[in-house]
């Protein structure tokens, strides 16, 4: 295999690997949440969202790449994660942030505040 045929699959295999993780266009939070997700920022290396979620309130299923959590906010939630269902409890501490893998889930907001992050994603 000569360089150009080399960079042409590095690149291939490049943007697979991005849609996987960063794909899914139907279960992008700003389409499939538009009432709680607002992007704040994108380049193409990252974006960041910022997701605003009231009590009582349960976001549809839709999917995150890779990530950095920033909680806003003292929240509980409820996540389930897909493909195998599992939901469990989490609490989140204002002021604090996390790292997340690629995720397909469902979020319930169980608490009595609005749970406040900004997500970024990253892209690449």
């Known amino acids: 295999m000569n360089r150009r045929e080399f960079l042409a699959l590095s690149v291939g295999v490049g943007s697979a690997v991005g849609q996987l993780t960063y794909g899914q266009e139907n279960l992008d939070p700003l389409k499939t ?3 709680t997700h607002k992007l704040l920022f994108e380049n193409e290396f990252v974006r960041a969202i910022e997701s605003s ?3 009582g309130h349960t976001e549809l299923k839709h999917s995150h790449p890779h990530s950095v959590t920033v ?3 003292d929240a509980d939630a409820e996540v389930t994660r ?3 269902g599992r939901t469990t409890r ?3 501490l204002g002021g604090t942030a996390d790292w997340n893998e690629a995720v397909v889930h469902e979020v319930k907001n169980v608490g009595q505040t609005t ?4 997500r970024i994603e990253r892209k690449c």
């Open 33 to 35: 949440q538009p009432d």
């Open 53 to 55: 979620v009231p009590p």
């Open 71 to 73: 909680h806003l906010v």
């Open 82 to 84: 897909f493909p195998d």
């Open 90 to 92: 989490v609490h989140s």
């Open 115 to 118: 749970f406040h992050t900004i």
